[in-house]
């Protein structure tokens, strides 16, 4: 069976694409890469007095945005047929700045509102099209200077819930070192 727009093919296919790189992010915010991450994207200087391989970790981000990128260009070169240049131009790039500013960066399920609401807001306001940016921009702009983690950023904010391992350990550790103390 060939995978086409016609019987719906590249659709499905884009849909399990995008739910194993949602799955996917998700594990790797919540492993010890992500939490080695997240401490970089906190902190640098405190990462490496911590013994992070900043460099190494970098360089893996770096790899596996430009994969995910990689798979989202290959299926939209498939969709529409050919690869120019022109396709991504400032409008589209303006589109993809506001949705991680509007979204939240650091938070996946931001990215999904971020996207759902100005991928639809075009639809929703046809009599504005002509003052679309004007409205992106007023979007950034609001953003930007009352609520820069974006709508859902405060979830990158919360402090990172540890394993019950981990826990477990914590209250272990407390009671020796009451023991050795008391």
């Not at 992500?34 to 970790?57: F, H, P, W």
């Not at 022109?86 to 931001?110: A, E, K, Q, Y």
């Not at 402090?159 to 914590?170: A, D, F, H, I, N």
């Amino acid at each position: 069976m060939k995978l086409t727009i016609a019987n719906h093919g590249l659709y499905y296919l884009v849909m399990i694409i995008l739910v194993v790189c949602t799955v996917f992010c998700l594990v790797l915010v919540k492993s010890k890469t992500g939490r080695a991450l997240q401490a970089i994207k906190g902190d640098e200087l405190a990462s490496v007095m911590m013994g992070i391989n900043v460099t190494y970790y970098k360089i893996l981000a770096f790899v596996l945005s430009a994969c995910i990128c990689a798979a989202a260009g290959a299926l939209y070169a498939t969709l529409i047929g050919y690869v120019d240049p022109n396709t991504f131009n400032f409008d589209v790039s303006t589109l993809i700045l506001s949705v991680v500013i509007l979204g939240g960066m650091g938070t996946i399920r931001g990215m999904f509102l971020g996207a759902a609401i100005l991928i639809a807001l075009p639809e929703v306001s046809r009599f504005l099209m002509v003052y679309r940016f004007v409205l992106y921009g007023v979007i950034l702009v609001v953003m930007m200077r009352f609520r820069p983690q974006g709508i859902l950023g405060w979830k990158s904010q919360l402090p990172y819930k540890l394993s019950r391992q981990v826990m477990e350990r914590l209250k272990t550790a407390e009671t020796e070192e009451a023991g050795d103390n008391g």
